[in-house]
């Protein structure tokens, strides 16, 4: 009878169910390591090896579990069954299309059909199929007495630094970057003309008038002239009277003379700065040669010079270790509009060598024209001239933390570790110590590290070390256990204890620590607490028996506590009732009704504001705790980190919608701020920039270990930046601010804390700088810089700075979209908000005009929303409809929430989320 050829083809309906994955290669480790990211019970699994066409060769792994993988990675296949012993990718089908009949017939019994793309059908018997445990075995023995050993001597397979014969000074550091710059002297005479100079004026007089004291100083003249002033006169004697007359005379024709001769040094200054000017713009290069520099107080010299009109002559010895002290100098009075003009010029050209790679000619014009010694180190950094730019941090900036993390970066291990021994970080002396591969070192830092996070009760972080770092993890065990139930971290030791175990097998002992956690929770009055807990293990644990333990004992305690628990407890165990049988809708149903039946019981006293649920509702809250603290908050993906001031000490506090997750009082316990100070906060999954306002720098410090797929957050001031007054984020992560240099400046600094560039606001002086809030209001967009300077919008960009807007009150704070959204700005004002569109002048709109000074955002969703102590409002830009409501609809609950310190967005567009100064993290929703 004829034949026909079964195939396997693309499938053009629904694609099967997965039920089992195929895992490509023969590398039994890259298996495990899949399988074992599974959360799921790995005995259960069922594998066949897939062998090539009439070979020994292994080609593949066939990983069949009995329940469906969540998160498996692209680099598994996902197959289906066809029949009960055929499996094909989900993607794929048999051609011709057969009956059931027919497939009993051509696949028989129990044997397992596998048909690959590719490779055709593979076959294997039930007895040949496997588990997980037998992709391990023990090593053969060989043989071998290993008790004769001898051990022999190892060496670090590693170089581990090279080291300078002498290490450079900051002096010897900007002296290897002058190039030439300021050493031509008295040669200004020579340089051509700018255009504006007259031929013949005011300069060249007083170069005539010069002529006529040649011998005699300016200085010994106004000296002379002093002694013959009225104050300077000495007590006539007897036959001087007629000699009054003459010294009145001659003193009038001194003073005379002196003024025309100030008058003329004052001029031919003028023109030798005229001339700079216009060789800087000309000839950038000879220009820096003659230029006048702008060290600030920090540069005083001893006594005075005489006065001159030549340039170069002032800074052709100089060295930092000058800026204490020095000789004596010739201080020239320059205007204002020239200062303006020389130190715009200047940021301009080092931002001109930085693009040309002259990164040590940058630093020069940074630290010895503009007194800009932060920028002047960012500089050498950027160049890799690592140990150089430490050494500028170390000896001229004081800031040891950056100079550690410059030759950490710089690969300078064992200068970086001395370093960091010194601002004892000794998890990072550890982590140095094991890339140069000290072991015991590393050892004794980690040792180290963890009794320090010990003393300060941070049990998630100790044993983080003892598991990833010295692989101790029996005492990571036991360090978790004991932050049940009296530490701030309590439940999230309890969860990183299970997960623990779970990763390592120890089950039983998993069955246990669920016990203790029940027989413990009523001596600690945490039933919420630990119901919870159990949920989770019931949700997460890769056991199926410690997960059936778990949710017993959930469920037997939910029913039991229910009746005696207060409203918010009660709510919280409904919860977890819901988390224990997702799929039960009538359980689900009755304990929503068991919550409305205990509410309506008071509903009185707490009525829900009717037009609040039309309009703007309230989705959920979380409480922190310690009212009125907290400042600034970010939101990071699931999360939010609020910072703020507890008793002189910066402290955070991370948190989800539903419950605090950590709290960290202690991040820089050497380091008080004032109970006033204004903190301003941005970040990442892993870091957080933070700024105290007007305060120095704060170096890098842990905050929080990994929690909901984000690492361990760790918090710094970017080493660009150290005194500012204002801050905002702009592309890619760069940070702009108002830096307190020499002068007023507006620093970018990327990620990494490397300034990007420098824009003096010397040309905005004439704004209302007196009457701007603290911190001051900022906002990036594109390439620009929008400042809110008392109740005037300012735009800064390449140096440039326009007023933009005029509003009706003072600005409080500035909100856009994010740094790629549509130009349009939400101003907090003194009193109500203004929506301003850039580049469409006069197009400002205002609402929320009752609120005073609000919190504002511009969110995804395009809504303004606005909120103070005691109203929310939302205001729709395209439509200009307006959402408000009380805070939470509840007015007696107003009062405590205390001041909006941030309103953030949250995890959809018609949602966001509100931060008050106690703490209070409300999410909103926008119906309509």
Known sequence: MPSIELSIGARFTAPLETVAWYLPGDDTICWLDEISLWPIDHSSIKLMLIHESDSDCISGLLAIPLEAVPNASGWC????????????????????????????????????????????????????????????????????????????????????????????????????????????????????????????GA?????????????????????????????????????????????????????????????????????????????????????????????????????QAAPGSQLGARNVDFSLSQLGGGGPADHWNLSSDYQRQLVTKYRELAARELRLGRHRRAAYIYAELLGDL?????????????????????EQLQDLSAAAECLERGELWNEAIEAYLD??????????????????????????????????????????????????????????????????????????????????GWHDEAKERVAELVAQMESHHKYSEVAELLANVFNRYPSRDVQQAAGKLARDLVFNRMQSAKDSEARQLVSVLGRLDPNDRLLLRDGSRFLEKRSSATLGSRTIDKFQKKQLQLIRRARVGLPGDWQTAVSLGDLIVIAGVVEGRIAFARVDYNRVVDKNLSVWPKISVASNVRLQMFGNQSRLSIFAIGQQQLPEAYVFPAAQGQGNIMACTPRGLDVVWGTAIGKLGHIWAVANRQDPVLVCVDGAGAVVSTQS???????????????????????????????????????????????PSRVIALSGGSPYAAPILAASMEQGVAVVKLGFDGYVEQFANELMEPAVLLSRGGFAIAADQHAVQAYEIESGRLFKCNHGGYSAEAESMGTPIAILPAERTNRFTVVTENGVVSVYQING
């Open 761 to 807: 606001l010397l040309s905005a002086l004439d704004a209302s700088w007196h009457t701007t809030t603290i911190p001051i209001p900022m906002h990036a967009v594109d390439d620009r810089v929008l400042l809110g300077i008392g109740n005037e919008l300012l735009s800064v960009r390449a140096g440039k700075i326009n007023r933009l807007e005029v509003l």
């Open 77 to 200: 296949v996902p197959f289906g069954r066809f029949s009960h012993n055929v499996y094909l990718p989900v993607q794929a089908e048999l051609t011709p299309v057969i009956t059931t009949k027919e497939m009993l017939e051509l696949f028989p019994g129990d044997d397992l059909y596998v048909w690959l793309p590719g490779r055709g059908l593979r076959v294997a018997r039930s007895a040949d199929l496997m588990g997980v445990a037998d992709l391990l075995q023990l090593p053969a023995d060989q043989g071998i007495d290993w008790s004769l050993a001898v051990p022999g001597m190892a060496f670090p397979s590693r170089l581990s630094g090279i080291f300078p014969s002498e290490t450079p000074s900051s002096h010897d550091v900007i002296e290897m970057g002058r190039d030439g710059i300021g050493e031509q002297v008295g040669e200004i005479e020579d340089l051509p003309r700018s255009p504006a100079e007259p031929l013949f």
């Open 423 to 504: 601002l004892k970080r000794y998890e990072k002396v550890g982590d140095l110590c094991t890339v140069i591969e000290h072991h015991e070192a590393a050892a004794d830092a980690y040792h180290a590290a963890v009794e320090e996070l010990k003393g300060k009760f941070d049990f998630l972080g100790a044993a983080r070390i003892y598991e990833h770092k010295l692989n101790d993890c029996r005492c990571a065990v036991e360090t978790l256990d004991r932050g049940w139930p009296d530490s701030s971290q309590a439940e999230r030791c309890v969860e990183a204890g299970f997960a623990l175990r779970g990763r390592l």
């Open 374 to 394: 932060r920028s002047a180190a960012s500089t050498l950094e950027q160049g890799r001239h690592f140990r150089e730019a430490a050494v500028l941090y170390r």
């Open 203 to 303: 300069a060249r007089r007083a170069v005539l008038a010069g002529a006529v004291f040649p011998v005699l100083g300016l200085t010994k003249l106004m000296s002379a002239v002093g002694n013959l002033m009225p104050g300077g006169q000495r007590p006539a004697t007897h036959g001087q009277g007629r000699g009054n007359a003459a010294s009145a005379g001659l003193a009038k024709l001194a003073g005379n003379m002196v003024r025309k001769l100030t008058e003329s040094l004052e001029a031919k200054r003028h023109q030798a700065v005229g001339r700079l000017l216009n060789m800087l713009e000309s000839d950038p290069d000879q220009g820096l040669k003659y230029a006048i520099p702008f060290r600030g107080a920090g540069s005083a010299h001893r006594g």
